[in-house]
Antibody
Framework: QVQLVQSGGGVVQPGGSLRLSCAASGFTFLSYGMHWVRQAPGKGLEWVAFIRYDGTEVFYADSVRGRFTISRDNSKNTLFLQLSGLGPEDTALYYC????????????????WGQGVLVTV | QSALTQPASVSGSPGQSITISCTGTSTDVGLYNYLSWYQQYPGKAPRLIIYDVTRRPSGISNRFSGSKSGITASLTISGLQAEDEAAYYCSSYVSNSWKFGGGTKVTVL
């Protein structure tokens, strides 16, 4: 079954940096686009970033563009999110997500979710 | 990138049907069928319950159904049960980005 295991959250000072990881298993990782989604405490879901299956295209929400970088290592079935220039508004639970099995392009966003990691700025 | 519009809360009695709306624009909900719905319990990760406007992933109860008309998508929960009390979010693709609705808290009376 699909598993997404996240690591890397923590407490960081304003202006600081952090790298989140998401180890994937149970599906052909290198064939699927992947997303990051965040949720501020007590708030709704916010899409953050997407990366194509081969890493050739990446897209970001306006709120993080220029500060966050999404990347992947298909040899290690791992997705990353590098966070920099962090501010209090970035405090949130960050989820990695893979699309439904029939949607390698990632258009339906999230069929499977990681457990989430908390980033506190 | 304004969020899709959902009612903040919807309530119903056990056995009843409720409908949650998700209103966008002609450039997101009105343009694409890349429309999904998620259920989220407090302290848990969201779970996909509808995608492609109407399709249910394996294991999702057929009490959940989706539809779309113009710029508004809808999620209907039939035969409301206590376990349906949760937050529900819609999401839509929109030209190399994605957006969520603000979320709807469903209360079973």
């Amino acid at each position: 079954q699909v598993q997404l295991v996240q690591s890397g959250g923590g407490v960081v000072q304003p202006g600081g940096s952090l790298r989140l990881s998401c180890a994937a298993s149970g599906f052909t990782f290198l064939s699927y686009g992947m997303h990051w989604v965040r949720q501020a405490p007590g708030k709704g879901l916010e899409w953050v970033a997407f990366i194509r299956y081969d890493g050739t295209e990446v897209f970001y929400a306006d709120s993080v563009r220029g500060r966050f970088t999404i990347s992947r290592d298909n040899s290690k079935n791992t997705l990353f999110l590098q966070l920099s220039g962090l501010g209090p508004e970035d405090t949130a639970l960050y989820y990695c997500a893979s699309p439904p099995a029939s949607d390698p392009g990632g258009y339906y966003l999230a069929g499977y979710w990681g457990q989430g990691v908390l980033v506190t700025v | 990138q304004s969020a899709l519009t959902q009612p903040a809360s919807v309530s119903g009695s056990p056995g009843q049907s409720i409908t949650i709306s998700c209103t966008g624009t002609s450039t997101d909900v009105g343009l694409y069928n890349y429309l999904s719905w998620y259920q989220q319990y407090p302290g848990k990760a969201p779970r996909l319950i509808i995608y492609d406007v109407t399709r249910r992933p394996s294991g999702i109860s057929n009490r959940f159904s989706g539809s779309k008309s113009g710029i508004t998508a809808s999620l209907t929960i039939s035969g409301l049960q206590a376990e349906d009390e949760a937050a529900y979010y819609c999401s839509s693709y929109v030209s190399n980005s994605w957006k969520f609705g603000g979320g709807t808290k469903v209360t079973v009376l």
